[in-house]
């Protein structure tokens, strides 16, 4: 399917992003912080958002379905997280000690998630997953993680594996020991099994997320990952759920407990952290006290960080203001699963055969379908999908609906997004 070309339009009301992106290129890689940020022929430049918008310097005005990375369940700047992290600031951002904010945010965090008996804060999920890595081979004193096909962890170096079709490539030059991490596939017990067995002396751990996040947002069907555990609970592996974006997003809690499965090792981050940087691990305690420092020798303990700004008092404000606003208000997780059922409902009809619409609660992934792909269970079966439609799509609706996706990702509905906004999207989407 062709689109129009939008970029005309686009150049036309974004000048003043053209000029100051212009600068960013001269001065960062591709111009940008984090490469899926960039977008042809530039990304606009934001300068400020309230609520469910982006306002760029041209005074565009964009309804926003990304969410900044999809962390901000309560829109942007809501009032009561703005409240307290303002009165944190008049105390100061960076204390480099132990704080009780951090205190406050671990008592609702292990409160909703029973598996973080212990919690260890870091800044970002990409450490996160580092170090539940490195846990689970600590703990097990074996070597192989098991990922899926099209998982995406972070920028984690064990983890930069079977990330994009094809999943036998490797996703970068500058990575060392990729034969210690083995991929399998997403929803297909059987043959996540048969790699699962050849590898079962040395397999130290399983990373899954239960929600395909990167590959298309694509559930993982209870059968699946209760095959997964069985096994890796025989085996004396662990089981490393990465809930970094399914955490909070879709119940005050993770997701695990509805699929009655019993992780070893947790990750999150995003929503836990209201918008500031942060990364968590946590689980059992005796597996999280591999980790204790005091007592173990070096040749017994699993050495992980923290780092300078671990546990800052301005990332533990926003994340415990965001999650006491969850935890007060659970119908937002009504309104906003309801939002994103009629989101994907209303796309597959308005889509007239062109796309399946694929997702959970507040998320959902348009995938353009050719080469007769009937369904979306995995990340091969949505890399067979029309990527390039996709992000003319979404690039459209930027450039002439200031309705904004990054384009290719997935959409997620804010607390602050309403039914009409939804409708809006929902009649631009296709048109
Ligand atoms: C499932 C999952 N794990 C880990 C990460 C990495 O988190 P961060 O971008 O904070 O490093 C992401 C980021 O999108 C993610 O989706």
Not at 79 to 90: G, P, R, T, Y
């Amino acid at each position: 399917m062709v689109l129009r070309n939008y970029q005309a339009e686009y150049k036309k009301k974004t000048r003043g992003s053209a000029k100051i992106f212009a600068k960013s290129l001269k001065l960062h890689v591709n111009g940008v912080s984090h490469n899926i940020r960039y977008y042809d022929p530039y990304p606009f430049v934001v300068k400020s958002s309230r609520g469910k918008s982006l306002i760029d310097v041209d005074d565009n005005r964009y309804t926003d379905y990304w969410m900044g990375h999809w962390s901000l369940i309560l829109g942007h700047s809501p009032k009561k997280v703005k409240s307290l992290l303002k009165n944190q600031i008049e105390k100061s951002w960076m204390y480099g000690t132990v704080n009780e904010q951090t205190v406050k945010l671990s008592e609702l965090i292990s409160k909703a998630v029973p598996v973080a008996e212990k919690i260890r804060y870091v800044t970002s999920g990409t450490e996160a997953t580092m170090y539940a890595v490195r846990l689970a081979r600590s703990v097990t004193g074996k070597q192989i993680i098991a990922k899926i096909d099209g998982g995406w962890h972070g920028y984690t170096s064990d983890l930069l594996k079977s990330v994009n079709w094809p999943f036998s490539e490797s996703e970068s030059s500058g990575i060392v020991n990729e034969e210690k991490i083995v991929s399998i596939p997403f929803n297909d017990l059987e043959g996540s099994m048969k790699i699962l067995k050849k590898h079962a002396l040395n397999l130290a751990g399983v990373i899954i997320e239960p929600v395909l996040g990167g590959a298309g947002c694509i559930p993982a069907t209870k059968e699946y990952l209760k095959g997964i555990q069985e096994f890796i609970h025989k085996n004396e592996s662990l089981l490393i759920l990465d809930e970094i974006v399914t955490g909070f997003r879709f119940r005050y809690g993770c997701l695990y407990p509805t699929m009655k499965l019993d992780p070893d090792i947790v990750t999150l981050g995003k929503i836990v952290g209201g918008g500031m940087a942060i990364g968590v691990v946590c689980g059992k305690r005796e597996i999280m006290e591999y980790a204790d420092t005091n007592d173990k020798k070096k040749s017994e303990r699993s050495y992980i960080g923290g780092g300078t700004f671990s546990a800052n008092p301005a990332s533990m404000t926003t994340g415990f203001a965001t999650l006491t606003e969850l935890k007060n208000k659970r119908s937002t997780y009504e309104k906003i699963n309801k939002l994103g059922e009629y989101a994907r409902k209303e796309l597959g009809k308005t889509s007239d055969g062109k796309a399946i619409i694929t997702g959970k609660g507040s998320l959902f992934m348009t995938h353009f379908v050719k080469d007769g792909v009937t369904e979306i269970a995995n990340a091969s079966q949505a890399s067979m999908c029309d990527i390039k439609a996709l992000h003319d799509h979404h690039f459209k609706l930027i450039a002439r609906d200031g309705i904004f996706f990054l384009p290719g990702k997935l959409g997620a509905i804010s607390d602050t997004h309403t039914k009409q906004d939804i409708k809006e999207m929902v009649s631009a989407y296709f048109t």
